[in-house]
């Protein structure tokens, strides 16, 4: 096995370094973020950091500075395009700002899906990390609906992040709205290959990540990657879980209270979404 010294020294031999993002994926958290990460990693000329960096929303990752920023970056060709992604700048206070002073002709993509949807798919990812430490469990509806008023709680978390159009105004106050690219993450459930292209087009690329890219597995019931030699790969369990049963009565009150919101976000981004 090469050594890590080893393998730097033939990347560098090779010409290749480690760039800083042109492209970063803000969010939204529980849209879809990894599948639509990894599906654009099957394209040759992107190039993928693994990891979250939480580098513009957490000040003390942004205080090691843009070189430790680098040093966390994958190894590129000049002519690649390097992508991070950390679906929490979406919310960040500072992260837009901060992107802004970094690279004014960044670009951005966020995903979106449903907004009831992310508030149960955010529930239940938060539920089943409470189960595997044997916390105490709030109930959905105890955490959606508030009690003193029965409409929809705004004190909790995940229903705020889910009102896209506040963030959004934010990240337009600091860029072009053609920096940012809007990919509908209940489609890439279905249609990741349309989504991509949109991506490779965005990004100026060549359309090269292709059918034979993506297969539906049946098990998984989703779509997994597969890379040009051949290697498949499906995202991890805790993607795409079985959701819990929500009374309807809750999910048409949820969709009643993000209907607002999310026509002032169609109006804002000059996009619509079938959502409810
Ligand atoms: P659920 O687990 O609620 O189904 P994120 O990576 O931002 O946390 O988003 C997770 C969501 O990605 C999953 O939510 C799942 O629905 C969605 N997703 C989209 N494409 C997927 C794919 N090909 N494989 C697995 N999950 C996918």
């Known amino acids: 096995l090469e050594d890590q010294e080893a393998k730097i020294e033939r990347l560098r031999s090779e010409g290749m370094e480690q760039g800083l993002p042109q492209c970063i994926i803000i969010g939204v958290r529980k849209c879809g973020t990894r599948a639509l990460l990894e599906f654009l990693d099957l394209h040759p000329q992107i190039r993928i950091a693994d990891m979250e960096m939480h580098f513009f929303n957490n000040d003390e990752n942004y205080e090691k500075g843009y070189d430790w920023y680098r040093k966390n970056m994958p190894f590129s060709f000049p002519s690649d395009i390097t992508i991070e992604k950390t679906p929490r700048y979406f919310i960040s206070e500072s992260a837009a700002e901060r992107i802004r002073k970094f690279n004014s002709s960044a670009k951005l993509i966020v995903i979106f899906r449903n907004p009831t949807t992310r508030v149960i798919s955010d529930y239940t990812q938060v539920y089943q990390n409470k189960l595997e430490r044997n916390k105490s469990i709030d ?134 979404f079938d959502w409810d």
Request: charged content about 30%; glycine content about 6%; aromatic content about 12%.
């Open 139 to 272: 109930r959905f509806e105890d955490l959606v609906i508030s009690e003193r008023t029965g409409r929809v709680n705004t004190g909790y978390k995940a229903v705020r992040i889910s009102m896209y159009y506040y963030h959004m105004t934010k990240w337009l106050h600091f860029f072009e709205r053609d920096q940012i690219h809007v990919v509908n993450g209940d489609n890439l459930i279905d249609n990741p290959l349309e989504e991509i292209r949109k991506v490779e087009t965005f990004l100026g690329l060549p359309n090269l990540v292709t059918e034979s890219n993506v297969y539906f597995n049946e098990t998984r019931g989703f779509f997994c990657m597969q890379s040009d030699d051949k290697q498949q790969h499906c995202l991890g369990a805790k993607k795409g879980r079985k959701h819990p049963a929500i009374d309807p009565i809750i999910v048409k009150k949820m969709n009643k209270f993000y209907r607002p919101y999310n026509k002032k976000l169609f109006q804002m981004i000059g996009q619509k």
